[in-house]
């Protein structure tokens, strides 16, 4: 079946370690994002990219960082320098960013990452 | 800039009553309107879509949403819910000319029976 996978499901990480989180898409799809989920925060956008080798700052991306060598990977790393890294992060793929494409994303289940 | 305001946080509702999850968006061009939604512990899905033609849509799963585009609104409905509709439902927009998909902050449906 398509879809994306994202793994590991749940991490737990010791302050000052960075921890890279995976997303892979097998949907064929050009856009990939990563997204931060807080409780009554909705979703933050932190990276997203249109094309390989090719990746933009979301709304916070400060302490983050991401590659897209592959079309079809796309892991973010979460660095010591992120101060408040507990949270849910979901990674999604679209066919484009441009018009409605953009808005029909399709999510992975999601890492849920503890810093302890 | 475009915002979308979810403005019920929490809507507990029993089993067969109808509910509505609303949605208001600001935004001085049209839009794209969606409706996601986020069953525990898993990822987003795409439940319905507003993109032009007819205001009222529709999903699979009885759920429908109306755009009015006098209200800045895009609510969503459904006249008889189960306790698998227990979920959090995101509302989001995305414009014209910025292809930006902007979130509201979702509201936690629980179903009671």
Redesign the interface.
Known sequence: DGGITQSPKYLFRKEGQNVTLSCEQNLNHDAMYWYRQDPGQGLRLIYYSQIVNDFQKGDIAEGYSVSREKKESFPLTVTSAQKNPTAFYLCASSMSTAGTRAGELFFGEGSRLTVL | AQSVTQLD?QVPVFEEAPVELRCNYSSSVSV?L?W?VQYP??????LL?Y?SGSTLVESINGFEAEFNKSQTSFHLRKPSVHISDTAEY?C?V?T?NT???I????TRLQVFP
């Open positions: 946080s794209y969606f996601y512990n898993q990822g987003l899905q795409l879509k993109l995101f989001a995305i014209y292809d930006k998909l979130f509201g902050t979702g």
